[in-house]
């Protein structure tokens, strides 16, 4: 399962309720942040913001934003799923510099 704000933050429910659910993602948590992101770049909005000319603050174009999310929603689901390894998710990578990887416990980011 995954989504994004409301539909995100009803996947953790979703596993507790859903025996059939196998993995759940929440697009904007997994303590991995996209720096010039905005809430609605995680959506088409910010495709289409783009395209009609409308700023939603994003300082990240909108098909950057949208490469990422799918590069590591993929990622998530192929290590959850089918239980193949993807070192993308286990630290910073080079290709994506604009994701940087918290721990909520101490705070920090790198």
Not at 1 to 27: E, K
Not at 49 to 68: C, F, M, N, T
Not at 88 to 106: I, N, T
Request: hydrophobic share 40%.
């Amino acid at each position: 399962m995954a989504g994004h704000s409301v539909g995100g933050a009803s996947t953790l429910p979703s596993l507790l309720a859903d025996s059939r659910i196998r993995a759940g993602i929440d697009i904007e948590k997994r303590w991995l942040v996209v720096s010039g992101a905005e809430h609605a770049s995680f959506t088409d909005v910010g495709l289409l913001a783009e395209q009609l000319g409308i700023d939603i603050g994003a300082g990240l174009p909108a098909a950057r934003v949208s490469e990422i999310v799918r590069r590591y929603t993929r990622a998530f689901l192929r290590q959850h799923l089918r239980h193949l390894p993807q070192p993308l998710l286990d630290k910073p990578s080079a290709r994506y510099p604009q994701v940087r990887f918290c721990a909520p416990e101490s705070g920090t980011c790198v």
